[in-house]
């Protein structure tokens, strides 16, 4: 798995150890959830503040 983090349009580089954290973290949480299917081929995430 890959993830990218844009924070204000600027992509910020993720080492391999902040990339498998992030990725596990968000992909645990998301397919936890009712509805989703298991083959998902991409997950996207904003938050604005």
Do not use: C, H, Y
């Amino acid at each position: 798995m890959e993830a990218k983090l844009v924070v204000d349009g600027e992509e910020v580089a993720l080492n391999e150890f902040v990339n498998k954290i992030l990725s596990g973290t968000i992909v645990g949480a998301v397919t936890s959830l009712r509805g989703i299917k298991k083959e998902w081929k991409e997950i996207e995430i904003k938050i604005k503040r």
